[in-house]
């Protein structure tokens, strides 16, 4: 007599080829409602108008630097993104409490680990192509601004990492805690304790996400994604794991994981980035007769015309003038004795998309530059007389090459008039005179007016 197979399977208790176990069609199935329902698809939304709206109200200081562009969506994805998802992960996690469905769960053939990956995944899922659309919309922008280097995706990943990690130990909280407001002040906690770190001294700062990364100038080590996302990654998985997992000891791995990662971090601190190459690496102007040569960092090159236009007016009263610099560097680098200083741009400030927002005022800083002494203060004070008068022939040799009237000191205005008044040859062979001083503390070498 022969026992009858059951369906789906031999007589030996295998599953027979070709037929596939309904526990996972019933799963993905159940992933697909939820990525389609609910407020998951609103949460990649609001995590696209999170970063975008800040974003987008502070552009004048990230557009042309992929450097600025990256820390600040990097500062609005941990600060604003993160407590976000967390606190919208923690309303998805609660809503079995709020349904009063809990004990429904217990009868689901699925474990609980499949049950919490299942309604978790479509919120990390949406809160991740929130933030590629951000990520997409403000790289479009810079992109036609840059100049040299390129975005990092070493932060682009960790961010990520965050995100998702964020999310699932949002959902557990609120499986645990039924308190209905549980998800605001779970995103009010989160938003402190990534925050607060920041505004400590000591390396181990660079534990939390949302320390500011300085990427103008700076670029991350190669091994600082695998090592973050260890790090946020084995708290999340802990957490995940002691909640929902059958063997709950198996959470000591990811812990161990997360300890050791947070070893290496915590120690390393800011040479967790070293100088990007690029910042350090000329880009100067092509040389023209009677026009000294611009030269700036490679990442501002592109702000070249606009400064060698503001500074016209500049050179062409300079030429011909013995002693007069033959080109001009970016303040960070050091000049040599017969260069000058450019005055320093500050992208938001001194420069927007590769403009200069006051040419007249970055004029009058270069000439500045031209025209300062690094004297001692005691130098001050022993010859006030003598200084006061050097101070007061500076003030007028800068307003009359930014091509202004207004002085700093009133008493430099007849000074500069004087420079006006002067026969073009004579007022060349004083400039040069001056100019053949302008390092020279001592009174007595720098000629009057």
């Given at each position: ?423 073009d040859a004579g007022r060349k062979a004083w400039l040069g005179r001056y100019l053949a001083t302008r390092k020279s503390c ?8």
């Amino acid at each position: 007599m022969t026992t009858s197979a059951m369906p789906g399977k031999t007589s030996s208790g295998k599953t027979s080829p070709g037929k596939a176990s309904p526990q996972m069609p019933r799963a993905r199935t159940a992933l697909r409602t939820e990525l389609r329902r609910g407020i998951a698809p609103w949460t990649g939304l609001a995590v696209a108008l999170t970063l975008l709206v800040p974003l987008w109200s502070k552009a004048a200081q990230w557009q042309g630097s992929w450097g600025e562009t990256q820390t600040q969506l990097h500062l609005a994805a941990v600060l604003l993104g993160g407590p976000l998802v967390a606190a919208a992960a923690c309303w998805q996690g609660g809503r079995e409490h709020r349904r009063r469905t809990s004990e429904l769960l217990l009868s689901v053939p699925r474990s609980r680990l499949a049950q919490v990956t299942t309604a978790a995944t479509p919120i990390v899922l949406w809160a991740t192509a929130g933030y590629l659309l951000a990520l997409a919309v403000v790289f479009a922008a810079t992109a036609p601004y840059t100049g040299a280097g390129g975005p990092s995706f070493s932060v682009v990943v960790t961010d990520l990492g965050l995100l998702l990690s964020i999310g699932f130990v949002g959902f557990v909280v609120g499986r645990l805690v039924r308190w209905r407001l549980i998800a605001p002040v779970l995103a009010a906690v989160l938003y402190v304790l990534l925050g607060a770190p920041g505004y400590v001294e000591s390396d181990a700062r660079f534990l939390s996400p949302g320390v500011r990364y300085t990427l103008s100038g700076w670029v991350p080590v190669w091994w600082l994604a695998p090592v973050l996302l260890t790090w946020t990654g084995g708290i999340a998985a802990t957490v995940l794991v002691a909640y929902a997992a059958r063997r709950r000891l198996l959470a000591v791995v990811p812990l161990a994981l997360a300890v050791a990662a947070g070893a290496v971090i915590a120690p390393t601190g800011e040479n967790l980035f070293r100088d990007d190459p690029t910042a350090t690496r000329r880009v100067c102007s092509a040389p023209a007769s009677g026009t000294p040569q611009l030269c700036v960092k490679a990442p501002d090159a592109p702000v070249l015309p606009s400064v060698s236009a503001a500074l016209a007016g500049m050179f062409s009263r300079l030429e011909g003038v013995p002693g007069a610099p033959v080109g001009y560097v970016d303040s960070e680098f050091d000049p040599k004795d017969d260069e000058a200083a450019l005055a320093h741009v500050m992208r938001g400030w001194s420069v927007t998309r590769n403009k200069l927002t006051d040419p007249r005022s970055y004029a009058s800083e270069t000439a500045l530059g031209l025209a300062n002494r690094d004297c001692p203060s005691g130098l001050a004070r022993s010859d006030r007389k003598g200084m006061k008068r050097v101070a007061l022939t500076d003030d007028a040799v800068r307003t009359w090459l930014a091509g202004g009237d207004s002085t700093w000191d009133p008493e430099a205005r007849p000074l500069v008039t004087r420079l006006k008044a002067m026969p073009d040859a004579g007022r060349k062979a004083w400039l040069g005179r001056y100019l053949a001083t302008r390092k020279s503390c001592t009174p007595a070498e720098v000629p009057a007016l």
